[in-house]
């Protein structure tokens, strides 16, 4: 049941997404997360990024506007490069706080903190 839930989410966030051009990572991360550990949750949501944009180069590649590719494309690849670095020096930290609720202990790492925070933002 729950691959169904997700490829679901994951198709129609896609589709959702394709005429807005941003917010995929935004409604299907927080998904992801909750069938997830979070940096599998990010690493699932960037295969599905790359699918997406795949499917998208083919489906109006020709039309894309070559100097609006080339201004933020490019540094968005060098910055997926440095995220990507980030997350794997980040996600092996102690937890920044813990607490209790409903009789179950919980902490709180720093990944988690800041994806929260990038999520709000």
């Known amino acids: 049941m ?35 550990p979070i940096d599998i949750a990010i690493g699932l949501c960037g295969i599905v990024h790359f699918a997406n944009n795949l499917f998208k180069f083919f489906l109006v590649g020709k039309h894309a506007n070559k100097e609006v590719l080339l201004k933020f494309g490019i540094p968005a690849i060098f910055a997926a490069m440095i995220g990507s670095w980030l997350l794997l020096q980040i996600s092996d930290l102690e937890p920044l706080f813990s607490y209790s609720l409903f009789g179950k202990h919980l902490d709180v790492y720093p990944v988690k903190f800041i994806i929260a925070i990038l999520l709000i933002f």
């Open 2 to 36: 729950e691959i169904i839930i997700i490829s679901i989410v994951a198709f129609l966030t896609a589709i959702l997404t394709f005429f807005s051009g941003f917010g995929l990572g935004t409604l299907l991360t927080p998904v992801f997360m909750l069938f997830f």
